[in-house]
C-alpha cells in the first residue's frame, strides 16, 4: 500500500465558503484518517506553488494523492489535464472527494477534462461578475476608488491647522505623533487641497 497525501490549498487565511485549510484538511482525513496532509496559501492564478510542486515530485507508483476539490490542484483546464496525467504516467492514483477516484482511461480523461473546464468557466464568471459589479458602482454618485477615508473631515482640518506650513507649531512628524494620522496622509491632504484652491 503506498502513501496516502492529501493536499489543501487557500487563496486566502480567510477564505470562506467551507473551503478553509481546517475544512478542506478534515473532509481529507474523514475518507483517510491515515493521510499525510500538506497545506499552502496561494491564489489559483499563482504559478509558483513550491509545496504542490514537492508533492508531485515526490509522489511514487502506488500512492495516492487526495484533494477536496478539483480546483485545490489546478488553475486552469490545461494545467489540471497536465498535473494529473503526470500523476497518472506516474502510477499515482488520483482521488477527488466531491468527484470520486480518477481513473486512467478514455471515459476518466474525458470526465476530468470536463470538470476543469466547469470549474474553469465559474471561475471566470465570477471575475466578470466582480468586474462588472465595480463597473456599475464606479458610474453611481460618491463612489471612489479605492479603501474608504479613515479620518473625518474635523479630524483632518483640525490636524492640518497644527502643521508649521499652514501656519501651526509644529512638522508633519509631530502631527503624525500626536494625532495618529500617518505623515503620508498629512501631506496628501495638504497636497489635494491646495489643489482644490486652484481649481
Known amino acids: 500500500m503506498g502513501k496516502i497525501i492529501g493536499y489543501c490549498r487557500v487563496s486566502s487565511k480567510g477564505q470562506l ?4 485549510l481546517e475544512q478542506q484538511e478534515n473532509t481529507i482525513l474523514e475518507k483517510y484518517a491515515n493521510a499525510v496532509i500538506y497545506k499552502e496559501q496561494f491564489t489559483g492564478t499563482t504559478t509558483d506553488r513550491p509545496v504542490l510542486k514537492s508533492i508531485l515530485s515526490d ?6 494523492l487526495v484533494v477536496s476539490k478539483l480546483d485545490r490542484l489546478a488553475r486552469n483546464t490545461v494545467e489540471g ?3 494529473v496525467q503526470k500523476l497518472f504516467d506516474k502510477g499515482v492514483a488520483v482521488h477527488v472527494l466531491n468527484v470520486g477516484l480518477l481513473e486512467n482511461t478514455s ?4 470526465f476530468l477534462t470536463t470538470l476543469l473546464a466547469v470549474a474553469e468557466m465559474e471561475r471566470n464568471t465570477i471575475i466578470e461578475r466582480t468586474q462588472t459589479g465595480k463597473a456599475i458602482a464606479k458610474t453611481k454618485a460618491g463612489f471612489k476608488e479605492g479603501r474608504p477615508k479613515s479620518y473625518t473631515r474635523k479630524q483632518l482640518d483640525h490636524a492640518l ?5 499652514n501656519g501651526g507649531k509644529h512638522s508633519y512628524n509631530e502631527v503624525a505623533d500626536i494625532t495618529n494620522i500617518s505623515k503620508s496622509t498629512l501631506i496628501r491632504e495638504v497636497r489635494n487641497r491646495k489643489v482644490e484652491v486652484l481649481k
Open 17 to 20: 465558503d467551507n473551503n478553509s
Open 81 to 83: 489535464i497536465d498535473t
Open 161 to 165: 491647522s497644527m502643521l508649521s506650513v
Open 107 to 110: 471515459m476518466g480523461k474525458f
Open 59 to 64: 509522489l511514487e507508483q502506488g500512492d495516492t
